[in-house]
């Protein structure tokens, strides 16, 4: 990959505002002749750093890839969001060492 435009969250329930923000991604990348990605955090963030706080999911593990399919993305990135990937600074988190490199892709 020589370069992307990349978005990161849960996007669960991929509601009218996620699906604006995955159209302007896919179609940034497009322009661009880039690929485009989504970074998907799983679990959501809140059930790893304040459980009592997480929200309930709306979409199941295979309904958020049939709609994600759907998006037109070329890459969807699974990010394990562990206690150790919560630690990290987005600076570090960006750099391609550590917790981020040990993702899933679709």
């Not at 002749?33 to 199941?60: I, Q, R």
Request: aromatic share 2%.
């Amino acid at each position: 990959m020589s370069g992307a435009v990349v978005t990161v969250g849960t996007f669960d329930g991929l509601h009218r505002g996620h699906q604006r923000v995955l159209a302007e991604v896919v179609a940034r990348a497009r322009d661009r002749g880039l690929t485009s990605v989504l970074v998907l955090c799983d679990p959501h963030p809140l059930e790893v750093v304040n459980p009592a706080a997480a929200p309930k999911l709306l979409t199941l593990p295979d309904e958020k890839r049939e709609l994600l399919a759907a998006a037109g993305l070329d890459r969807v990135v699974v990010l394990p969001f562990t206690r150790e990937v919560a630690q990290q600074s987005p600076r570090s988190s960006s750099g391609g060492s550590g917790p981020s490199r040990r993702c899933n892709c679709w």
